[in-house]
């Protein structure tokens, strides 16, 4: 019997059009989607917009147009860039569908059957962007504590929801359901919001206020608040959006991926009201970071939005939904700029894994006279390429069911360089000279060729158009074969095609940048501080005052993971933990140590040093290590501190 998966993004304001951080939610809604699905996993995936309310209802009027028509015109964009995409949603709700807007009636009405909802008078500072009342000690200089825009104070009779008695008992939930919230920082952080008192929820808006939302079923003078209208599409998908219901099938759901912003109102609204009408609490809400923008906030004052549209059209869809995944841990905020992207694609695309379906399909029809080889047990010298490739699909599992998608993609890279190094190390070449090295040769394709097809299937999820084409290369056809070594039947004829990601020159300085059509070598190393030797001694004449010394912020970080930079014997990448951030540093000390020994090591960086690209890839600081002319040893500290200790 498959087993439910029931995954959900939050449904996206249409105040405005889309941009990254909608693309990000739901890329990494539609991986799960897809490996779920891959594993068999009986699947319902939804997304969907967010349609009432005091915004919608400005933004229509400064453009002189009806709500409905306004929404209507922005829909379209989101369903447009989710097939752009390859976002592959079974349902795609709007909170102006007429099913929608009765089934939250309904549950209005059973909420104050109840008497869990009650009418009071009520004087407040209100934000309008958030749509909400503060108190008077939430509101810090006449701003909204949230959003940090002014607030106005009104005075008005509305509707609340009893939402204060279910605190207990959603502290209770939290405490005891340790994968509820996720993060663990953003667990804390709600179960920190409820140490205080939880207050009522206002769930009406006056109808001569705001006209634009879901009228109260007991009450037609009023409107229902927005959340309360938005939260309970979760639900109401599963009553009208499929044939038949399927709310029992469903619910409740897998995993709701939200952005941080939203936290308090998924984690404590959303589940105080289903702890009212005594519906299921989800099993998982992760609330993922924001993006920045080269290092600043986005904004469309500063010019800075990033069009996912544009990035698509420029990049392709499968290199967007890769950088977005790859770079940053899931839960973290990141940054997103064109050199990091370009440096994704050229390094870890281009030269890793297109290289190496390049050369592998290129040797085949070389040595193979196109037809997948035999591979022969007793001719394999190494088996070391075998044994990570059949290893790659539990990582990838356990990865997956953590939501750690950089972590799944670094181990589907790692296979990528060994297969590479497999085929350096063996030297095909060599091998087709010599008649009696016919059964390796033939061994060395194969188990190359074989390598791609399980990296192909790993990589699914994350890029379908990619592991098509892979697929196509390779000569499969008909469904995708599972994991299991040996998926790629010898014989089969291979269809070699155009390059699976051109290298791409950054121009960006000079207004774009230019695709080379030949898959190349990494690029040349430029100039950097963000390296890991340590200075030469100072001279007398170099000595330094302690104000300029005080400058340098040295902190103590937790390597995560280490990893060789392709193409390069010096140059290791390591994720860091500096307590409140993570980062990425690339040290030249892959001399002195292997990747894997790094782990886990407390190490001293310069926090503070301006990012700096080594062979493409940024680096955010410097790891410190003692040697003049050679890398002697990493600069360690003795106690376990934590990481992002200050060092003085």
Same mark, same amino acid.
């Given at each position: 019997?498959? /087993? ?14 889309? =941009? ?18 891959? *594993? ?8 969907? +917009? ?19 028509? *306004? ?29 929608? /807007? ?13 008497? $869990? ?55 209770? =939930? ?81 995993? *709701? ?16 009201? +289903? ?12 609330? =993922? ?68 379906? =390049? ?9 193979? %006279? ?18 990570? #490739?059949?290893? $790659? ?102 269809? %070699? ?23 190349? #070598? ?52 390591? *994720? ?10 690339? #040290? ?18 310069? #926090? ?37 200790? %200050?060092?003085?």
């Amino acid at each position: 019997m498959p /087993k439910p998966f029931y995954i959900t993004t939050p449904i996206y304001y249409v105040n405005d059009v889309p =941009h990254i951080g909608h693309a990000y939610t739901t890329v990494a809604a539609d991986v799960l989607a897809r490996y779920r699905r891959l *594993h068999g996993d009986d699947v319902f995936f939804l997304t969907g +917009l967010d349609e009432h309310g005091q915004k919608i209802q400005q933004a229509a009027a400064k453009a002189g147009i009806a709500p409905q028509t *306004h929404c209507d015109r922005l829909a379209p964009q989101f369903k447009n860039l989710w097939q752009r995409l390859n976002i592959s949603h079974d349902a795609f709700i709007r909170t102006t569908d007429v099913a929608h /807007k009765k089934i939250v009636q309904l549950y209005l009405q059973q909420l104050y059957n109840k008497q $869990l909802i009650y009418k009071a008078d009520y004087t407040g500072w209100y934000c309008t962007f958030d749509e909400r009342f503060w108190t008077e000690k939430d509101v810090v200089q006449g701003l909204c504590p949230d959003c940090k825009r002014p607030v106005e104070q009104i005075s008005e009779s509305n509707y609340f929801f009893r939402m204060g008695q279910c605190q207990e008992r959603l502290i209770r =939930h939290i405490e005891s359901h340790q994968d509820f919230i996720r993060p663990q920082s953003r667990r804390n952080e709600v179960l920190g919001f409820l140490q205080k008192p939880l207050e009522d929820l206002s769930i009406s808006r006056p109808q001569s206020r705001l006209s634009w939302g879901i009228e109260l079923p007991f009450d037609r003078n009023y409107v229902t608040y927005v959340w309360f209208d938005a939260l309970v599409n979760y639900v109401s998908a599963l009553e009208y959006l499929t044939e038949p219901p399927t709310m029992k099938r469903y619910w409740p759901a897998s995993v *709701h991926l939200i952005g941080k912003d939203i936290l308090t109102t998924h984690a404590v609204y959303w589940s105080t009201m +289903l702890m009212a009408l005594e519906l299921p609490l989800p099993q998982t809400i992760f609330a =993922h970071g924001w993006w920045t923008v080269s290092g600043e906030k986005m904004s469309k004052s500063r010019g800075n939005v990033v069009d996912p549209y544009a990035i698509v059209d420029e990049f392709g869809a499968d290199a967007f939904r890769y950088f977005l995944l790859r770079e940053v841990p899931f839960g973290h905020d990141g940054d997103f700029s064109r050199e990091a992207l370009i440096g994704r694609i050229n390094s870890e695309l281009a030269n890793d894994l297109g290289n190496l379906l =390049h050369r592998t399909l290129t040797m085949i029809e070389r040595f193979a %006279k196109g037809l997948v080889p035999q591979a022969h047990d007793e001719a394999r010298t190494d088996n070391q390429l075998r044994h990570q #490739a059949g290893q $790659l699909p539990e990582l990838v599992e356990t990865h997956l069911s953590k939501l750690e998608f950089n972590r799944a993609l670094e181990s589907i890279g790692g296979v990528i360089q060994v297969a590479n190094q497999h085929i350096d190390k063996s030297a095909p070449w060599k091998l087709a000279k010599d008649a009696a090295d016919q059964s390796l040769l033939q061994t060395v394709l194969y188990d190359a060729a074989e390598a791609l097809r399980i990296v192909a299937l790993m990589l699914f999820p994350f890029m379908p158009q990619t592991t098509e084409a892979i697929n196509r290369q390779l000569g499969m056809t008909g469904p995708l074969p599972d994991a299991q070594w040996g998926g790629l039947q010898p014989g089969t004829a291979i269809a %070699k095609g155009e390059p699976l990601f051109p290298r791409i020159e950054n121009t960006a300085s000079q207004g774009g940048s230019r695709v080379n059509q030949e898959q190349s #070598a990494a690029p040349t190393p430029q100039p950097s501080p963000a390296v890991a030797a340590a200075p030469a001694p100072a001279t007398p004449e170099a000595q330094i005052s302690i104000d300029e010394f005080m400058k340098i912020q040295l902190k103590t970080a937790l390597v995560l993971s280490a990893e060789r930079v392709p193409k390069s014997e010096k140059l290791l990448r390591l *994720h860091v933990d500096l307590g409140s951030e993570q980062r990425q540093i690339v #040290a030249g000390i892959g001399k002195r140590y292997e990747p894997e020994s790094l782990v886990g090591k407390r190490i001293v960086i310069v #926090a503070n040093l301006k990012s700096a690209k080594l062979m493409g890839i940024e680096s955010q600081g410097m790891v410190l290590a003692a040697g003049d002319k050679d890398v002697g040893g990493l600069v360690t500290v003795i106690e376990d501190v934590p990481p992002g200790t %200050k060092v003085k």
